[in-house]
């Protein structure tokens, strides 16, 4: 199935839809230094990757018209105007490529799209402007006129009889639901094309924190996978309740367990300066800012305005100190394989994989997508093998 990904930065969802079968026609980035990260990795041969159009570009430059026959247009247009950090501008901020996103989807007519953001895009501040999106991504040939508000113009969107040229729905989900080694939040919108009478469904979660407990204080299972005793870490407060309810109930949860940060580390050692496994000095706990147990998900890698936050980004290791995620550990949290390599410093490095969506979301996202298209089956991708393994 033929794709096209913008706003690619450096291929973490673009992966994940390769490996869900997804082959990509056209790919946009303007950042140079995510670009370069792509290219270098193209020029390694690494897999998926070496086949990547990447190129640098304005998606405001580019002819949708000419691409016409795609499958499915994927992308994650830039997050920093609704992010928790930031100026919060929204729609005012010159940064806001939504409009971007759905001219794309006017001009191109793929049979899909899916495109992603920051949770807060769903929150109280933003929602009337996710309305907006929707509503546009439904019936993307009713443009806003000049003169007309988001407000106007999607009250003029939800009136109209016409049919839908966009059957659209969006979710939020967290990613370490669908096998990533992070805790990152996500709004998800899906739309299909409606004059396939496809009516989309919600994306089911392939992995559970209730499983991860499950093999953690009920069976154990998880502590003899990696060779520790049992009930290593405490249970958790907030988690007693849960644990105290799997037992009495004794009922397996369906599933895979979610992936820990010591599951996604497993075999990688200490920082060795190979392959981007350095060591960063000058890790520290401070309130707000107190790093990532082992047995959990990894919390969201963070981007930061300038780089890295000082004191997020590490891990608290079992004697209890912390330390920054090499650039390789960060990588593996996003779903990269070791030998995708990132040519630039730590900071910028971690910058990208802090902007990157892990690739097993857009796995599982694009995998679901592609059954949608085909009735109900896969779409010959390796995502899920690799998840069972």
């Not at 002819?63 to 920093?80: H, V």
């Not at 040519?343 to 592609?370: C, D, F, H, I, K």
């Not at 949608?372 to 089956?377: C, S, T």
Request: proline content about 6%.
């Amino acid at each position: 199935m033929q794709s096209a990904e913008l706003f690619a930065g450096c291929g973490g969802l673009a992966l994940g839809m390769s490996l869900a079968g997804f082959r990509h026609q056209h790919m946009a980035e303007f950042d140079q230094d995510a670009v370069a990260t792509v290219l270098h990795n193209k020029a390694k041969g690494v897999e998926h990757v070496r086949d990547w159009p990447m190129g640098l570009q304005d998606v405001r430059e580019i002819d949708w018209k000419k691409l016409t026959s795609l499958d499915l247009i994927s992308g994650g247009p830039p997050c920093q105007p609704f992010g928790i950090g930031g100026k919060k501008h929204g729609q005012d901020d010159h940064r806001d490529m939504w409009p971007e996103a759905i001219r794309a989807v006017r001009e191109a007519n793929p049979r899909s799209f899916l495109f992603e953001n920051v949770r807060n895009l769903a929150g109280p501040r933003f929602r009337s402007y996710l309305d907006w999106i929707v509503s546009h991504l439904e019936r993307p040939n009713m443009v806003r006129k000049s003169d007309e508000s988001h407000a106007e113009h999607c009250a003029r969107l939800t009136a109209s009889r016409g049919r839908k040229e966009f059957n659209v729905f969006w979710q939020l989900v967290n990613a370490a639901d669908f096998g990533a080694a992070q805790i990152r939040y996500r709004v998800l919108i899906f739309g299909i094309r409606s004059d396939l009478d496809i009516i989309p469904t919600p994306l089911m979660p392939t992995h559970s924190r209730d499983r991860l407990l499950w093999e953690q204080y009920v069976t154990g299972e998880y502590w003899t996978r990696h060779g520790l005793g049992r009930g290593r870490t405490p249970i958790l407060q907030q988690d007693r309740a849960r644990v105290e309810r799997l037992k009495r109930f004794d009922v397996e949860p369906a599933g895979a367990p979610w992936v820990t940060l010591r599951d996604a580390l497993k075999g990688l050692g200490e920082p060795n300066g190979k392959r981007n496994h350095l060591l960063q000095a000058g890790a520290r706990v401070y309130p707000g800012h107190t790093g990532s147990p082992l047995d959990l998900p990894a919390k969201a890698l963070k981007a930061g305005d300038h780089g890295v936050p000082g004191g997020e980004n590490m891990m608290v290791r079992d004697d209890g100190s912390v330390r920054y995620f090499t650039t390789r550990e960060a990588a593996r949290l996003v779903g990269l394989p070791d030998d995708y390599e990132f040519p630039r410093s730590w900071t910028e490095s971690m910058r990208q994989l802090g902007n990157a969506v892990p690739a097993p979301l857009g796995a599982a996202a694009g995998e679901w997508l592609a059954a949608q298209l085909n009735g109900g089956k896969a779409n010959g991708g390796l995502a899920s093998a690799r998840r069972a393994a």
